[in-house]
């Protein structure tokens, strides 16, 4: 079967109510708490995706009974000091930085070493963000050229806490150094600045010693060491991430209806419906609630008449940092110019993403300025590509965003494309293609 798709007509109106998969932040913190915790977890609606299932297999790996079912997967916890496995264990992130970030900080004790591998795209991301603070503690790293995957932690048992300053805005890092804190005696002082802060709400609902101080900025977060965990039964809410690429599709297609239920809205991940909102795009929360810490609602957008162009606020980067490539497509169809700055951090991702965007947008004719962190998108409200245009996207190290933003432009503005590795889809969103047609039809 080919691993490419043709799109060569864009989407008619629609009006449609739709259900993305549960979040992948949350689904991968869920996995890893509930195999620190004392007894059986259970989840709803986890996404079973590559990264989540690289995760399950990773806790499987160190130790931990976990039953995937039909409409739920169970964790059998042994304890904060519960992994148990064999000598020079390998555990393989796949494609998820967020997966291989985090676990190193639940290694930094480990009695043996273990080796931490990923695939093509992981390999080549920075693992010294991470090995660098935590070696601080105590834990000691060998890395690919003091940089990269494949790397080897030596835990320690006589850790320290240690005062760290996370100025990336990366919630990764954050949350792996947690991590680390929570098995180190003593008061880890992080201070943050804002990210998403799913960790911190999981380590509130389970009581754990964690304190946090909210500055404008940054987080001031102190952590104590954990002695216990208690399980957690969570049903996952969809993932905006997910929803973002139906959220720009509906923006892009004048006269269309979108609603997305059940939708995890945490104000620390709400970034793209804050721009888009400033750039004329009418989206409404229905039904909000609260769910252990999250907040969740119904996202309800409506296609968009004039889009105004945006000099985006670099305090909005972290909260739309997986967003940026989609809406990027928004900002090609805009009155004006944009400008989005600070945003090296794309280039960090599965594949070096400004640099992606650029690429998509110049096939749509869009004339962009970019430096290693910052782009200028010169908007075309009558963007139109001709029927014959042939567009092929390729080598882009199958990250699942280009190929989900290179299919919503298809959609939204014509020519011929053929995208590349259909595949990269199932690291995130695995039915992502079946929603298309559900909205197609
Ligand atoms: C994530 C944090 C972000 C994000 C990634 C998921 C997380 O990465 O891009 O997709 O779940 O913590 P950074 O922390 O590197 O910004």
């Not at 449609?16 to 996995?31: A, M």
């Not at 591998?117 to 920075?126: A, N, T, V």
């Not at 907040?295 to 162009?309: C, E």
């Not at 029927?387 to 014509?414: C, E």
């Amino acid at each position: 079967m080919s691993n490419s798709i043709k799109i060569i007509k864009k989407i008619g109106i629609f009006k449609k109510i739709i259900k993305v998969p549960g979040d992948k932040s949350l689904s991968i913190r869920w996995v890893l708490f509930a195999s620190l915790a004392e007894g059986r977890s259970k989840a709803k609606n986890l996404l079973m995706s590559e990264d989540v299932i690289a995760a399950i297999k990773a806790v499987k790996k160190l130790g931990i009974k976990v039953i995937i079912k039909k409409k739920e997967c169970i964790i059998f916890g042994k304890g904060i000091e519960g992994y148990n496995y064999k000598k020079n264990l390998t555990i393989n992130a796949q494609n998820s930085g967020t997966l291989g970030r985090l676990i190193l900080g639940l290694l930094v004790n480990s009695s043996k070493p273990i080796n931490l591998i990923g695939d093509k795209s992981l390999s080549k991301r920075d693992f010294s963000r991470v090995s660098k603070p935590l070696s601080r503690f105590g834990a000691k790293f060998k890395l690919k050229k003091n940089n990269f995957l494949p790397l080897k932690i030596y835990g320690s048992s006589n850790l320290k806490p240690i005062k760290y300053h996370e100025n990336k805005g990366s919630a990764q890092c954050k949350s792996s150094i947690i991590f680390a804190a929570m098995r180190t005696d003593g008061d880890t002082i992080i201070k943050a600045k804002k990210s998403r802060n799913h960790t911190e709400l999981l380590c509130k609902h389970l009581k754990l010693p964690v304190s946090i101080k909210k500055n404008n900025n940054y987080d001031e977060i102190k952590i104590k060491k954990v002695k216990k965990i208690g399980t957690i039964n969570y049903d996952i809410p969809s993932d905006i991430s997910s929803s973002a690429f139906f959220i720009v599709l509906t923006a892009l297609s004048e006269q269309s209806e979108l609603v997305i239920k059940n939708v995890n809205i945490n104000p620390s991940r709400i970034g793209i419906i804050t721009i888009l909102k400033k750039m004329g795009v009418k989206i409404f929360f229905k039904n909000q609630k609260t769910y252990k810490g999250e907040k969740k609602a119904d996202i309800k957008v409506i296609g968009a008449k004039n889009i105004k162009a945006i000099n985006c606020p670099p305090k909005l980067n972290s909260g739309a940092i997986d967003e940026f490539l989609v809406i990027f497509l928004v900002a090609a169809k805009a009155k004006g110019v944009s400008y989005f700055r600070n945003i090296g951090e794309l280039n960090q991702k599965e594949s070096p993403r400004l640099q992606w965007a650029e690429k998509i947008l110049t096939n749509l004719g869009i004339k962009t300025i970019t430096t290693k962190d910052s782009i200028k998108i010169y908007g075309n409200p009558n963007l139109n590509i001709n029927f014959d245009k042939k567009i092929i996207i390729k080598n882009y190290l199958k990250d699942h965003r280009v190929f989900m933003t290179s299919l919503i432009a298809a959609l939204s503005f014509g020519g011929q494309w053929v995208i590349h590795d259909k595949d990269s889809i199932n690291t995130s969103f695995p039915n992502f293609l079946k929603i298309i047609d559900e909205i197609k039809k």
